[in-house]
């Protein structure tokens, strides 16, 4: 139940985490913006940030210990073929602790910014904030990066095709009509959502979005 | 028709278990699974070897006893239907079929291809009594069921307890076994009085048991002989939050 109730927490945020970082689309203007009102949030943006670390933290935790015990209660076949089981469903821990270890990266590179030495010489934008944008623009044109970000948000869409539903499930929120629908439209929302945070650095790797200042 | 066979043979729980191969020539395509191991038995002690042993009782797919996993999956290929209701058409001509139990670490080893389910019994006696009137059937109208609810306590009491759920799920759980015998009460009147006790009772039972958690992977209502479907562990789930819930305050 913990599992389920934090995953639909990390859910909504990896939502939203969307819809902010496709204003990339709308322009420096809008994102640099958007960054800068998240700036002015302050001590509001710690507890925001406190609250979903609590929730990883939680969620990995809790699975962890439910891996553990479900490797000990299961049988030991020679020979075992699923039948129904989706192989989102039985990769999960392993998804998961790839996008853990791909949130570290992220957050190293994008939120700290320590491993591209040119994001230091980046100036801020005219009217004097962060340049996100370009930011964005010149991390993804490493095409290195924007490979792991891209097999990252694979896996992303990997783990909510089945997760995103399967809270429904765990916490009892669904009838036997109810539940194929549940399972069909949590697999259509990974896929869109892996289909969103995709778009950008494919549009930066193919020259769509340029950098609004040259280092 | 004819067959290769891989058995698990194992003399008991303190000896190492291996897959042995036997060859089963002249196999009608009528005969069922069950029938096959018979044939095969046979002709190991006509041979002067030791049979297959393998659990077996009404053979009419009602009272789950077989318990056999044929090519990786619960109760063999054909879905619905206990191993008993398989019949060999269902393989092709020359066909290696490997066949191992039922396996989950709370079905303990006996012999061969029989397990001890006795972990669900214990699940079922955790659960209790029901205060209900025994004796002569009442008056058919003195308790109203409403229709919805009725179906759905027959489709939960259909569940023959044979424990292909929990061999089946990768994690070794008896949600589904536990789901179905929660809610075919939960959903009657007469299941009220004990309902708060029953749901956690039975859920405790399984956990000490050392059944796995449920990962709503849905093997279980995949090889489920008699289908009962996994909205039922979600019912488990509102069951058991409910009694939770109603613990925390009655206390």
Known sequence: MIVAVT????????????????????????????AQHLRDLGGFLWAIRLFLLIAVLLHIYYTIWLAIENRRARGSYREREPVKASFASRHMAMSGLIILAFIFYHLAHFTVRVTDPRFALLKADPLNRYDVYSMMVYGFQNVIVSAFYVLAMF????????????????????????????ARIGRVVAWLIFIGYTSIPVAVLLGLVKPAQQL | ?????????????????????????????????LEMLDIVNERLIERGEEPIAFDSDCREGICGTCSLTINGEAHGPSHPGAACQLYMRRFTDGETITVEPFRARPFHFIKDLVVNRGALDRIVQAGGFISARAGSAPEANSIPVPKHDADRAMEAAACIGCGACAAA??????????SAKVSH???????????????LRMVSAMDAEGFGN??????????????????????????????????????
Request: proline share 5%.
């Open chain 1, 7 to 34: 995953g639909v927490i990390l859910v909504l945020f990896v939502i939203g985490h969307l819809l902010g970082n496709l204003q990339i689309f709308l322009g420096p203007e809008w994102i640099n913006s958007y």
């Open chain 2, 214 to 251: 449920c990962t709503n992977t849905y093997e279980c209502e995949a090889v489920c002989p008699a289908e009962i479907s996994a909205s039922f562990i979600a019912k488990l789930n509102r069951e058991f939050a409910r009694a939770s819930f109603a613990k925390k305050l009655g206390d």
């Open chain 2, 169 to 178: 799920c990768p994690n070794g759980s008896a949600m589904l076994f536990t």
């Open chain 1, 155 to 182: 896996l992303l869409a990997l783990h909510l095709s089945h997760g995103a539903s399967s809270f429904f499930q765990s916490l009892g929120l669904n009838d036997k009509k109810l539940t194929p629908r549940l």
């Open chain 2, 1 to 33: 028709m004819n067959f290769r066979l891989r058995v698990w043979r194992q003399k008991s729980s303190d000896e190492k278990g291996r897959l042995v191969d036997y060859d089963a020539p002249d196999i009608s395509p009528n005969t069922s699974f």
């Open chain 2, 185 to 199: 009460l939960a959903f009657l009147p007469q299941g009220h009085p004990e309902r708060v006790t029953r749901a």
